[in-house]
């Protein structure tokens, strides 16, 4: 088929045409920002300090889950009723707990998360330099040859050597 004709021409724009219009088709309206640009600024950057409790390795700006947007909202109508960033991170830890924050505070509670992979660390040192020891003197202790052993073995080398 050539594109020399004008039928062809036209039908290639008409089906460039359709395949545009049903593209936009499935587009999704963009989410709308907050009418005050202060109050969208300071979301952003009290969401980049909590943890999306669903997909648990965003951050609560970064995170597209239908929970992330109920709390983005709900973090924006406590910063219209003027709560401090603290009074907000506070009210959420209390509703969801300590895993809402990316920087939960050090305190009994938390030890685990702050110094547990460090313990599991030592740990692992430790037990791996123990197994290194035992194996170690296993194969010394097997690699030597007892007096009995010694003179077996000599008696085979010298039955190998006359035979």
Known sequence: MKLNSPWSTCWVIVAIALLTAFTSVHAKDAAPMAE??????????????????????????????????????????????????????????????????YRPEVKPLTWVLWFGPFLLLVLGVWGMSVYLRQRQTAQAQSASLSDEDRRKVQEILKSGDAA
């Open 36 to 101: 005050d640009p202060v109050i969208e600024k300071r979301l952003i950057h009290i969401s980049e300090e909590l943890r999306c409790l669903v997909c648990q390795n965003e951050s609560l700006a970064s995170s597209r889950a239908e929970l992330a947007n109920d709390l983005r909202e709900e973090v924006r109508k406590l910063i219209r009723q003027d709560k401090s960033d603290t009074q907000i991170k506070e009210y959420l830890v209390t509703r969801y707990g300590d895993f809402v924050l």
